[in-house]
């Protein structure tokens, strides 16, 4: 069982930056792929960014490439979502989310979610 606790989300103006934390409880952590989705109100939970138990790699919906960067830290049981130059259209619900079957953009794949931060970004 893993239990999962967003934070760092808020109102922004545009172009500005936040970053997102996600904290997991148990001592497995190290051993899942962690992702980031968001829900805008009205629309369909959609996949941010992800990245692999083990060896680092990162993958972005084309969207956020170049504007937001997925970190982790094992040591931590933490996983980041560093958000630059952010939009309006960035606005959502974010959620964090832990896979034991590998970094995907595919929701099913996902295991556990957290309850998500609410990020606001103003014109």
């Known amino acids: 069982q893993v239990q999962l606790v967003e934070s760092g989300g808020g109102l922004v103006q545009a172009g500005g930056s936040l970053r997102l934390s996600c904290a997991a409880s148990?001592?497995?952590?190290?051993?899942?792929?962690m992702g980031w989705f968001r829900q805008a109100p009205g629309k369909e939970r959609e996949f941010v960014a992800a990245?692999?138990?083990?060896?680092?790699?990162?993958s972005y919906t084309v969207s956020v490439r170049g504007r937001f960067i997925i970190s982790r830290d094992n040591a931590k049981n933490t996983v980041y979502l560093q958000m630059n130059s952010l939009k309006p259209e960035d606005t959502a619900v974010y959620y964090c989310?832990?896979?034991?079957?590998?970094?995907?953009?595919?929701?099913?794949?996902?295991?556990?979610w957290g309850q998500g931060t609410q990020v606001t970004v103003s014109a």
């Open positions: 989310a832990a896979s034991k079957e590998g970094a995907s953009w595919f929701k099913a794949r996902y295991d556990y």
């Open positions: 990245i692999s138990c083990c060896d680092g790699g990162t």
């Open positions: 148990g001592r497995t952590f190290s051993s899942y792929a």
